[in-house]
């Protein structure tokens, strides 16, 4: 049962993904990997709001945290997708933008997990 509540939360997550991205690279172009990037930051929001509630304030069944963590948000997060648009900068001679990615995207989802997790502490 477990298996199955993390397929069917991982194809829902690279769904979302998938549409989110592309939401965002309409909207920016593809110059540089903002819908990674975006998706990265809000997957870490949701893992430390939903991590903490569902810990520490809901008690939730664990197949509900894995059908939500290693699920959806297995599938919506997109760090194979970080690594290879980071490397194809740096290929591409993009030094600038590959860093910026790299900063960007590390100290972002850092700070949206901490940020994720003091809210799920407060809601």
């Given at each position: 049962m477990k298996y199955?509540?993390?397929?069917?939360?991982g194809g829902i997550g690279a769904v979302l993904r998938y549409w989110m991205q592309g939401l965002i690279y309409s909207r920016t172009g593809a110059d540089f990997p903002y819908g990674t990037l975006v998706v990265n930051v809000l997957g870490c929001f949701i893992i430390g709001l939903l991590m903490i509630s569902l810990e520490e304030r809901f008690l939730a069944m664990p197949s509900l945290r894995l059908f939500l963590t290693i699920g959806i948000l297995g599938g919506f997060t997109t760090f194979s997708s970080f690594s290879y648009e980071t490397l194809a900068l740096f290929r591409e001679g993009e030094m600038l933008r590959a860093l910026l990615n790299v900063g960007s995207?590390?100290?972002?989802?850092?700070?949206a997990t901490w940020v994720g997790m003091l809210t799920g502490r407060f809601i």
């Open positions: 199955l509540l993390i397929f069917l939360g995207s590390v100290f972002a989802c850092l700070g």
